[in-house]
């Protein structure tokens, strides 16, 4: 069973420039969460798609946003990107949307220059 | 609002002793806890989780955790440390639905 697969692993972008992660969950997980992870903030919520419909938003600026294809694959874009957007992006897949087991992927590490 | 606590930022053991991470948490109800290991440059790995039951619960690696209500924890455990243990360590609390809040993580350093 092949596991959470986001792509790309690395990028490096330009601030003002925008950004699209991608994430495929888990075969047969409708769920799909997404976080942000910096040494000084640590790992913390963005948002929650299910049926391709966001569940759940964190504290996050409107420059961060998020969509579910009928696929259950994700997409999060980062809009005028600032030097602080550097981080890395982990997309993590659920079963449902009650509370079960999250599989995290590798991640997107993003670099903005 | 939930919370999590990791008290120690760092710990160094040796190869064959024994383990314990602590993790505080704080929610008003009953939480769903879990414990994550991350190596570096990698994703999050699932360790164990705790929904409710018996409140020794055992998970992959050798590694157990233990809920204790009146404690607010989730202290996790292993008898035996391997050199491969070395990585970040994670706790998180779900209070439903699957939004994870985590603690600021225990970097664990193996001395062989």
């Known amino acids: 069973k092949a596991g959470v697969t986001q792509t790309p692993r690395y990028l490096i972008k330009t601030r003002g420039q925008q950004v699209t992660l991608s994430c495929s969950p888990i075969s047969g997980h409708r769920s799909v969460s997404w976080y942000q992870q910096t040494p000084g903030q640590g790992l913390q919520f963005l948002f929650e798609y299910f049926s391709e419909t966001q569940r759940n938003k964190g504290n996050f600026p409107g420059r961060f946003s998020g969509r579910q294809f009928s696929n259950s694959r994700s997409e999060m874009n980062v809009s005028t990107l600032e030097l602080g957007d550097s981080a890395l992006y982990l997309c993590?897949?659920?079963?449902?949307?009650?509370?079960?087991?999250?599989?995290f992927g590798q991640g997107t590490r993003l670099t903005v220059v | 609002a939930q919370s999590v606590t990791q008290p120690d930022i760092h710990i160094t053991v040796s190869e064959g002793a024994s383990l314990e991470l602590r993790c505080n948490y704080s929610?008003?109800?009953?939480?769903?806890l879990f414990w994550y290991v991350q190596s570096p440059g990698q994703g999050l790995q699932l360790l164990l989780k705790y929904f409710s039951g018996d409140t020794l619960v055992q998970g992959i690696k050798g590694f157990e955790a233990e809920f204790k209500r009146s404690q607010s924890s989730f202290n996790l455990r292993k008898p035996s440390v391997h050199w491969s243990d070395a990585a970040e360590y994670f706790c998180?609390?779900?209070?439903?639905?699957?939004?994870?809040?985590f603690g600021t993580g225990t970097q664990l350093k193996v001395e062989l």
């Open positions: 998180a609390v779900a209070g439903g639905g699957n939004k994870l809040t």
């Open positions: 993590a897949s659920s079963f449902s949307t009650a509370t079960t087991e999250a599989f």
């Open positions: 929610y008003g109800a009953t939480p769903y």
